[in-house]
């Protein structure tokens, strides 16, 4: 039975280890790994013999280096990837990368990288560092997105209906409101351009932000120097499963028997929309109605781009992903 773990190939030439009698390079090279059932079945432990085809190993996807240095691969294997000519798999299979064990083959198109963003994120951000031009085509995706859902939504609202809902979250007394009805009617007659323009500088100002908060968070957690670029792809793709959120927000909208629906549909993938259903005057009607459940997901696709950009463990991984959102919801949440 062989296994294969690939990460990249590349130049066929490399440093001949005398001692093993395969071939080193300082590149990521290939070394497949073979054991033969019964042998898989003893659990026994990883050999090479100098005059054999393949080194004999459990079947491993993910091993540490520290690991993989106790292991009895000869001297100059550890120090480099190797692969073994002779694989009947005819091709070369990548041993370590970085000092991992890796399966993940990054994304080669940018259709490809919008599919594994949902179905395999680790290919997507193992790709990002060499496709700058598909963060901004994935921003840009997701700001026009957004407007879309935006016209949709309140395109088709009256502005007394608009104005009816606001005075009823903001619980003015009757005088004061009526006071602010004339400017109230004047600006929601035009909120749906507001909102869109609005909705164009959030769309880069949050993910800028966002990255900022993780490039400073990284040296205090983890220690390590990702550049504030890399973190600006990250952050951004990370913000791309709100497009099903803006695409939830058109179906309801087309779905709904009359255009004039409560403002608070609007961010229906809130804590407060989804579970909570907490009545407007609550105390924690706001914080509740501004927490997106997108949110946590958003945080898992940065701990998983951390674990591709490091061996770290998942808990300090998810602190750094939440770490944002624990901060703002935090604080807001002691001064409720």
Request: charge should be neutral.
């Amino acid at each position: 039975m062989h296994l294969a773990l690939k990460v990249a190939s590349v130049e066929e030439r490399g440093v001949y280890d005398q001692n093993s009698g395969r071939e080193c390079a300082p590149h990521h090279h290939t070394l497949p790994l073979a054991m033969p059932s019964r042998q898989a079945a003893a659990g026994a432990t990883p050999s090479v013999d100098g005059t054999a085809d393949h080194v004999f190993a459990p079947p491993i996807t993910l091993l540490p280096q520290s690991v993989a240095e106790l292991l009895p691969w000869p001297a100059a294997c550890r120090a480099f990837p190797c692969y073994d000519r002779s694989s009947p798999t005819g091709r070369q299979e990548t041993l370590f990368s970085e000092g991992v064990f890796a399966m993940s083959q990054p994304s080669q198109s940018f259709a490809a990288a919008f599919s594994d963003l949902f179905l395999s994120p680790r290919n997507l951000f193992s790709a990002l560092p060499a496709h700058r031009s598909w963060t901004w085509a994935a921003l840009a995706l997701l700001i026009v997105a957004q407007i879309v859902s935006i016209y949709v939504f309140f395109g088709p609202m009256s502005a007394e209906w608009i104005v009816e809902q606001q005075l009823a979250v903001a619980n003015l007394p009757a005088n004061e409101a009526e006071a602010a009805r004339p400017t109230l009617m004047l600006v929601a007659a035009n909120i749906a351009h507001i909102t869109a323009v609005s909705s164009l500088l959030m769309g880069v100002l949050f993910p800028a932000l966002l990255a900022l908060a993780y490039f400073l968070g990284e040296r205090v957690l983890l220690g390590s120097r990702q550049s504030y670029r890399a973190w600006f792809a990250i952050a951004v793709w990370a913000q791309l499963p709100q497009l099903l959120n803006a695409a939830g927000l058109i179906v309801l909208s087309v779905l709904a028997a009359s255009p004039d629906q409560p403002l608070a549909v609007a961010n229906y993938a809130s804590l407060n929309g989804l579970m909570l259903d907490l009545p407007l005057g609550h105390a924690w009607y706001n914080w509740a109605q501004a927490f997106s459940l997108f949110f946590i997901w958003g945080s898992v696709l940065i701990a998983i781009a951390v674990r591709v950009a490091q061996p770290i463990a998942w808990g300090r991984a998810l602190l750094l992903g939440a770490m944002p959102y624990l901060l703002v919801f935090g604080v807001w949440a002691v001064l409720v």
